[in-house]
């Protein structure tokens, strides 16, 4: 009998590891505090980068840590992966169209393997809201829905 208790705990542990995992890559790459080229305040991009992760590391691991809440967290953690996808697609396309490139960069994007991250982090939230909608259920007495 799988213990539904510790594998939830374990699955919540595993997306704070890659928020934190993110979070970490964009302070490396987009510091969030440097000024922008023209010397004005600080990049927006660089900016946004840091507070979207920051997001992901605090809010979603804390809303999906309760059963009330997990829904909500799967709405956030969906958007953050959305917007992380189309924000990074962009900028590795217009990397790939830039004045450097050869033909390996048009196969795979720069931003490729960090997009496949935050999808593994949207996946892991996933199994999370899956878990605590499947305990719910069995709490309300209602059998869970066949799936396949």
């Known amino acids: 009998m799988v213990d539904i208790v510790s594998l939830r705990k374990t699955l919540l542990f595993g997306l704070f590891l890659l928020a934190l995992g993110a979070l970490t890559i964009h302070l490396k790459y987009h510091p969030p505090l440097n ?3 023209g010397g004005g305040l600080a990049d927006f991009t660089n900016t946004a980068a840091a507070v979207f992760s920051l997001i992901d590391v605090l809010l979603v691991t804390y809303l999906f840590s309760r059963k009330q809440t997990a829904v909500y967290a799967y709405l956030v953690n969906g958007l953050l992966v959305i917007y ?5 697609g962009h900028c590795g396309i217009a990397k790939v169209f830039g004045p450097e490139t050869d033909a390996v960069q048009y196969v795979f994007l720069p931003t490729l393997p960090y997009i496949i991250i935050a999808w ?3 996946f892991l939230g996933a199994a999370l809201y899956r878990m605590w909608s499947l305990e719910s259920a069995r709490e309300t007495g209602q059998a869970p829905r066949p799936t396949g």
Not at 84 to 88: D, F, H
């Open 35 to 37: 000024p922008s080229e």
């Open 120 to 122: 593994a982090d949207f």
């Open 84 to 88: 992380g996808t189309v924000i990074m």
